[in-house]
C-alpha cells in the first residue's frame, strides 16, 4: 500500500511540473488605463487564462474556474514593459485544484525583474453534463 501511495504522490508531482505554463506578453497601450499601467481587469483575465492552461494540461479534463483567492497587486505595471505569467498547481484535492499564478514586470531594455502581482485560482473538473469528477 505504501508504494502505491509513493508511486501516485511521483506522478502527482511529475504532471505538476509537466503542467507548469510560462507566458510572455508585452504590455501595450490599449491595455492600460489613464496612470499609463496595466488595467486590473486586464490582469485578473491574462492570470485566469494561464491558470485555465496550467489546470487543464494537469488534468486533462475539462476545467472551470470556481473561485480566485486573494490576488495582490503589489506592484504598478507601466505601458512598455514585458511581463511573465507563471502558473503552477499548488494543490490537488478530489475534484478541484488550486493553481498560483505570478506575473513578473521585467523592463525592456534592462535586466530588472520584479514580482508585481500573484493569486490563486481555484478549478473544478466537469464531465459533458457539466457534473463535477476527480480531477486525477
Not at 492600460?32 to 487564462?49: C, I, K, P, Q, R
Amino acid at each position: 500500500m505504501f508504494n502505491f501511495i509513493k508511486a501516485f504522490a511521483m506522478e502527482i508531482s511529475e504532471r505538476i511540473q509537466q503542467s507548469k505554463t510560462n507566458i510572455f506578453k508585452a504590455v501595450f497601450p490599449n491595455t492600460v488605463n489613464h496612470y499609463d499601467t496595466l488595467f486590473g481587469g486586464t490582469a485578473l483575465s491574462l492570470m485566469d487564462e494561464v491558470a485555465f492552461i496550467t489546470a487543464t494540461r494537469f488534468s486533462r479534463k475539462r476545467m472551470v474556474t470556481v473561485s480566485t483567492d486573494r490576488i495582490d497587486f503589489d506592484h504598478p505595471i507601466p505601458a512598455g514593459t514585458i511581463i511573465e505569467l507563471i502558473g503552477e498547481v499548488i494543490k490537488v484535492g478530489n475534484k478541484s485544484l488550486k493553481v498560483q499564478v505570478d506575473i513578473y514586470l521585467e523592463e525592456m531594455y534592462s535586466s530588472q525583474r520584479e514580482k508585481a502581482i500573484y493569486g490563486q485560482f481555484t478549478f473544478v473538473a466537469l464531465n459533458q453534463d457539466k457534473t463535477p469528477i476527480p480531477v486525477v
